[in-house]
T-cell receptor, first 115, second 112 residues
Framework: GAVVSQHPSRVICKSGTSVKIECRSLDFQATTMFWYRQFPKKSLMLMATSNEGSKATYEQGVEKDKFLINHASLTLSTLTVTSAHPEDSSFYIC???????????FGPGTRLLVL | EDQVTQSPEALRLQEGESSSLNCSYTVSGLRGLFWYRQDPGKGPEFLFTLYSAGEEKEKERLKATLTKKESFLHITAPKPEDSATYLCAVQSGYSSASKIIFGSGTRLSIRP
């Protein structure tokens, strides 16, 4: 499967601060990256789809001004949680779209805890 | 609206005790049904893709089957290292870039 890394793996921040999560594809180029969020004991929920060189597409109910996505290169997509609040505490996972793969592969995830 | 329901929510088995996990789905035009394994604090790890009713796939102690309404993940003679959350997901439409809908998972615990 595809190799994807995320950084940081865990982050704790104070309420009101912004946090940037990086997702890198290590051995391939991804024109599209999916960003998911997973609350404890809950399902993965698609937040947004980022496309290299263009604006991201957000799912209904996801605030685009709060969750800023940048996909400036074919190997790096970033998700910035702006003015984070405790309810944003979650597990954030990226997944690259690869045309010739049978399914989506996922990064290792980033655990965000907002105090 | 596409929907995926997994049962049971949690399952505890003795080592060697075989069982099955269920995934019921409703989707407008199934492109694929996927099974993933997820360990605590990690991203999902791909296991299987099933495309049409009647299809079966196997990998070590796991076998996935598919009907028009549900999928089963059979685990034969499980070992403690099989303990994880197993996620089922469906994709509709014609593109591999289509949205994937996940179930909430079954937390499997295997006692030695």
């Amino acid at each position: 499967g595809a190799v994807v890394s995320q950084h940081p793996s865990r982050v704790i921040c104070k309420s009101g601060t912004s946090v940037k999560i990086e997702c890198r594809s290590l051995d391939f180029q991804a024109t599209t990256m999916f960003w998911y969020r997973q609350f404890p004991k809950k399902s993965l929920m698609l937040m947004a789809t980022s496309n290299e060189g263009s604006k991201a597409t957000y799912e209904q109910g996801v605030e685009k001004d709060k969750f800023l996505i940048n996909h400036a290169s074919l190997t790096l997509s970033t998700l910035t949680v702006t003015s984070a609040h405790p309810e944003d505490s979650s597990f954030y996972i990226c997944s690259p779209y690869l045309v010739h793969q049978e399914t989506q592969y996922f990064g290792p995830g980033t655990r965000l805890l907002v105090l | 609206e596409d929907q995926v329901t997994q049962s049971p929510e949690a399952l505890r088995l003795q080592e060697g005790e075989s069982s099955s996990l269920n995934c019921s789905y409703t989707v407008s035009g199934l492109r694929g049904l996927f099974w993933y394994r997820q360990d605590p604090g990690k991203g999902p790890e791909f296991l299987f893709t099933l495309y049409s009713a009647g299809e079966e796939k196997e990998k070590e102690r796991l076998k996935a089957t598919l009907t028009k309404k549900e999928s089963f993940l059979h685990i034969t003679a499980p070992k403690p290292e099989d303990s994880a959350t197993y996620l089922c997901a469906v994709q509709s439409g014609y593109s591999s870039a289509s949205k994937i809908i996940f179930g909430s998972g079954t937390r499997l615990s295997i006692r030695p």
